[in-house]
């Protein structure tokens, strides 16, 4: 695998990056994984309308990927815990690279690019110390990773640039795994989660917790608006009697805002303390939280109000479009309700997550 990452890494050094941009490839807006009928896994680059605009085979099931500001270029990662990011020319369909994660390490499945698409950050976990770290890969010196800094806490799961292109925002889950003990959850008595903002370099510029009573609820997905709000989705691990809120806004110096949907927070129960992702719309007016284990969508305003509410299996993948939230679920569905070309079935079980491709 060194070998073959530093071959390609070579190539791309070389300047085999995709010199295409995403207009090229019809200009999908969204970049999402999938099972396809066969049984093997693919990411999908879709249209806003829900169509498929093209299909690239996956080593493994994905979770996330992100997509490079300006070419046609995306690093999809696997499930968490997977040791998988594969750098994909989504115009040509090759693998450029498979980048490795350091010796006990895996993947949290998220990264983001830095604002001119050269630094690539990815989230993960360090389960030998039980401690979160960022990797810092360096796409103009072949992949090559040149730094990496703590993610100020346990189980860095999703992570963001903020607006201001200098600082990352890091929702440290607070959850301990291992690989030898799966997908178990070995410190739930005593886990911590927090949102942490970090510079680029690795400089912790301000971090809360949830309130001690609530500090079983894992702090997973992150979505922003371009004046810096952040929206935090979050999904609980104690006592389903007693769900907190699952979407939290923040702006940095001040405290974390938990959004209640109703007084004896039902609806949380109703999706079973699980919200699997989280985004705002374009317009910046609505933020849209989802629970596939309870079938349920939940859309909120930004004084934390909730606004409509969708009924739909599986649904989990959400993320802003140009004609309104766009959600896919697991039987396939991609859906919207301000987009008049959806709902589309495809043959496919789609992931957790619909990663928009910010346009250029």
Not at 166 to 186: Q, W
Request: aromatic letters at 6%; charged letters at 20%; one cysteine or more.
């Amino acid at each position: 695998m060194r070998g073959r990452r530093r071959f390609l890494g070579g190539l791309l050094a070389a300047g085999a990056l995709p010199a295409t941009g995403w207009a090229e490839l019809g200009s999908p807006e969204f970049l999402a994984a999938a099972r396809r009928a066969s049984g093997d896994y693919a990411l999908f680059g879709l249209s806003g309308a829900g169509a498929a605009l093209f299909q690239l085979p996956l080593p493994g099931r994905g979770h996330a990927a992100a997509a490079h500001p300006s070419r046609a270029l995306a690093v999809a990662f696997a499930r968490r815990p997977g040791r998988f990011a594969l750098v994909i020319d989504c115009q040509s369909g090759k693998s450029l690279a498979e980048l490795s994660a350091p010796e006990g390490r895996h993947f949290s499945g998220h990264g983001a690019f830095s604002r001119d698409g050269d630094l690539l950050f990815t989230g993960e976990n360090a389960y030998d110390e039980g401690r979160g770290m960022i990797g810092v890969w360096d796409m103009r010196e072949g992949l090559r990773r040149v730094a990496e800094f703590a993610s100020g806490g346990v189980g860095p799961h999703d992570l963001r640039l903020m607006p201001d292109g200098a600082s990352l925002v890091v929702a440290n889950g607070g959850i301990e795994t291992h690989p030898d003990a799966g997908r178990a959850k070995l410190n739930l008595a005593t886990m911590r989660p927090n949102l942490s903002y970090l510079s680029l370099s690795g400089d912790l510029l301000e971090q809360h917790e949830p309130p001690a009573e609530w500090h079983q609820l894992s702090t997973r997905h992150l979505a922003l608006r371009p004046d810096g709000l952040v929206a935090l989705a979050c999904q609980w691990q104690g006592d389903m009697a007693d769900v907190p809120p699952l979407l939290v806004l923040h702006r940095r110096g001040e405290a974390l805002q938990f959004c209640q949907d109703d007084e004896d927070r039902m609806t949380e129960r109703r999706m079973r303390g699980y919200a699997g992702s989280v985004a705002i719309s374009a317009s910046g007016e609505e933020i849209a939280i989802t629970g596939p284990r309870g079938g349920l969508a939940l859309v909120f305003d930004t004084s934390g109000r909730r606004v409509a509410e969708i009924t739909e299996p599986d649904i989990c993948g959400t993320a802003a479009g140009r004609q309104g939230l766009v959600f896919t679920t697991g039987t396939g569905r991609v859906i919207g309700a301000a987009a008049t070309a959806l709902p589309m079935l495809h043959p496919v079980n789609w992931d957790n997550h619909l990663v928009a491709i910010a346009p250029v």
